[in-house]
């Protein structure tokens, strides 16, 4: 105990170096506004008191409006934070929350394989998990992806238990970033009514009603100021898509082929969904890892740290790769971990510019969903043979 809270406090330290951080301030500021000062969270004065923060004046062109599209129950959840008035003090504790996240997502990631990790590999992973590009990235917005991811991964674990319930609280607390996790949840919830496992969403609609509730007690008009906040955030056009990067890198006819790309994700999410429904659980976690990866190139904006989560579908394309093709496998799957962490930084570093932005951003969803099929075989099928079972020497 007294060590980790001598790590926590020299991380609390570490992050008060930090720049950036607007994802958390966003919501510091919108629920600090409204406690303290009856602020309407979804006015204009919180993206200008953020951008305060964040750039010490206003937004530039190209810079992040922070305009606040999170619901109001969900918003509910940073009311703690708000009672810090200090908002460096604030970000630095809720950024300490992410990296225990972050560290929970990577194990998560791994017990999901099922697979008896050898140590050396366990302690590389971590560490790829930990300071890859895309993971700096969410711990330097502080960006709650961390904590969807997290999220997420202990939603497929539970469903494995048996612990219903909890896994409806958990979906509860996750109906937000739609942009990241919207395929992924449709799928689970495809496959929880097909079981007809109804007491997840007990435990779903028992928690929604409760945040529900205490919202409109507490704002009882929010739901219209939140749809207007949404509809400007989209209009505001900030971060990434498959629309606007096909059209940076094929200016003739990106926009075209963005549309064939998405309509070709489109079928082929249906027709893995249709299988995962009523497959085995194999079938089922890796649909849930492809649903994942397919998130970010389905048209919808999102942004270059919401790419975090795809530790998950990573943690199984390692666990294949190793196990299938034996000593081979196994440098196979360092080399590939290792090109995961080396090539994104090597991009930023040397050949950063608004093109390789769009790169950076296909890059991991792209070599994912490649991963992924590359595996498939033998991840949706148990060993049907011996040899299969035997361990790796």
Request: aromatic share 18%; hydrophobic share 55%; proline share 6%.
């Amino acid at each position: 105990m007294i060590l980790f809270l001598a790590i926590s406090t020299g991380l609390i330290f570490l992050n008060l170096k930090l720049t950036g951080g607007g994802d958390f301030y966003i919501h510091w500021v919108a629920s600090r506004g409204f406690v303290f000062e009856r602020i309407d969270p979804y006015s204009g004065q919180v993206p200008a008191l953020v951008q305060q923060l964040v750039y010490d004046g206003a937004a530039k062109a190209g810079d992040e409006p922070y305009i606040l599209d999170t619901p109001f129950q969900i918003l509910l959840l940073y009311f703690p934070f708000s009672l810090l008035s200090d908002p460096q003090l604030a970000r630095a504790i809720y950024t300490l929350v992410l990296e225990l996240a972050l560290l929970g997502l990577a194990i998560h990631s791994l017990r999901l394989t099922d697979w008896e990790v050898p140590p050396a590999f366990a302690v590389l992973f971590v560490i790829v998990v930990v300071i890859n590009y895309y993971s700096y990235q969410a711990i330097l917005e502080a960006s709650p992806v961390l904590l969807l991811g997290f999220v997420y991964a202990e939603i497929l674990l539970l469903l494995r238990t048996d612990m219903d319930e909890l896994t409806g609280a958990l979906l509860a607390v996750s109906v937000y970033f739609w942009e990241v996790g919207a395929p992924f949840l449709f799928l689970v919830l495809l496959r929880l009514y097909y079981e007809k496992r109804t007491r997840v969403f007990s435990g779903f609609f028992m928690l929604s009603v409760v945040l529900l509730l205490i919202s409109f007690l507490g704002y009882p008009g929010w739901i219209l100021p939140f749809l207007r906040a949404v509809t400007n955030n989209l209009r505001a056009g900030f971060g990434f898509n498959v629309f606007a990067a096909f059209a940076r890198l094929w200016p003739s006819h990106g926009y075209a082929a963005a549309w064939i790309f998405i309509a070709v994700f489109i079928f082929v999410l249906g027709y893995e969904w249709n299988l995962a429904r009523s497959g085995e659980p194999r079938r089922f976690y890796w649909a849930a890892c492809l649903s994942l990866a397919a998130a970010p190139l389905l048209g919808f904006r999102t942004e270059m740290e919401h790419l975090a989560v795809l530790v998950i579908p990573l943690a199984l394309i390692c666990s294949i790769i190793y196990q299938r093709w034996r000593r081979l496998g196994a440098g196979m799957a360092y080399l590939f971990l290792l090109a995961v962490l080396s090539v994104p930084w090597a991009i930023y570093f040397f050949a950063y510019d608004t093109l390789t932005r769009e790169i950076l951003f296909l890059l991991l969803p792209l070599s994912t969903i490649l991963g992924l099929y590359w595996i498939r075989w033998w991840a949706i099928r148990p060993p049907r043979i011996w040899t299969d079972l035997i361990p790796n020497p």
